[in-house]
């Protein structure tokens, strides 16, 4: 959404909607109407942040324009269907969220710029947002420096933990390592083709994937490709790919490049009955541009695939299109923004204060049973526990559940010998 036009327009279609998807709704009791009178504002907002005593002022940062948007738009609707579910069932300490939405632009200095506008001018009480490393990267140090708290969506790198940020994607050791050992085992994996967008997220991964591949399991690495985000030329790089004949290809494109990249491939000949390919980039909203008949039969390593088979999952996915329409879908970093105005709300609500300190101070061991992906609760490292699951890519642009870790893995976003 690029205007406050948009922005009530979403909110009217919410509204609409709200009767049909309540019935579906996740909802963790409900407060009382005098739940406000209980905290008051003087004793549960003592930094000035954007809180009276009837509603709390949060912040979304995403792109909802240029490469990034086919990625991001789906956080965007996540964040909001979560904030529609609380505020119904009575908002925060019984306050009603009300939301600043700004637009990164896929523009990693606009990030940045947002952020200290919604936390310096605006004084918003949390921000769910970003994609990218590079946007993280980007926002980092201004959350740090005017202590605020943002709610990070996306499967990353790793190498990072901060007071200022809680994590609700996985990080390397829950997804490059698992994924990586279950292709070697499963599919008899012994060489990999790494390719990348050319910025920290997958120049970060693959060099945490090479050190798996060559130094802890001594297979090999016989390519290291990047590209521009954006980018939508890849035919060297395929032709490249037919003469070294990888196991596997190991693809972290992001973005809109995506669709030609699988697009391209298929045209080569490049298909899933010759090539076995795995991605941790590709969850289904990418897929809404690229076509699952483009890249049917490859494989992703996520947390959460939308045909994921829990009750938790089927309400979510019930309510997601009741508000966004039957041709909705929902990827892995989707699900784990619609976690984060949650995880958020039951700080908030164990710390009894809108305050970033108590909140970061409540956080580690919140759980929440109501999570579509399963279950989730918050390491003292400000990462989730989280299980790794493999999905096959079917030609409906949906996934194929085939694998799945037997037990939730413990965030390490500093594995040994990996940095």
Known sequence: MSSQDDRDDLQSTSRRNFSKGLATLPLIGMPGLSLAAKYPTAKVNTTKLAVTDTEVTVGQLHSATGTMAISETGSIQAERLAIEQINAAGGVLGRQIKIIQEDGASDWPTFAEKSKKLLVNDRVAAVFGCWTSASRKAVLPIFEKENGMLYYPTFYEGLEQSKNVIYTGQEA????????????????????????????WPRTSNKIARKHIENFRHLKVVGEEYYPLGHTNFNSLINKIKIVKPDCIYAIVVGGSNVAFYKQMKAAGVTSKKQLLLTISVTEDELLGIGGENCDGFYACMKYFQSLDNSNNHKFVEAFKAKYGPKAVIGDVTQAAYLGPWLWKFAVEKAGSFDIDKIAKASPGIEFKGAPEGYVKIHPNHHLWSKARIGEIQSDGQFKVVAESPELIEPNPFPKGYQ
């Open 173 to 200: 050791t829950q997804q490059i390592l698992w994924g990586l050992d279950w292709v070697m085992k499963e599919k008899g994996a012994k060489s990999f083709f790494l390719i990348g967008s050319d910025y920290i």
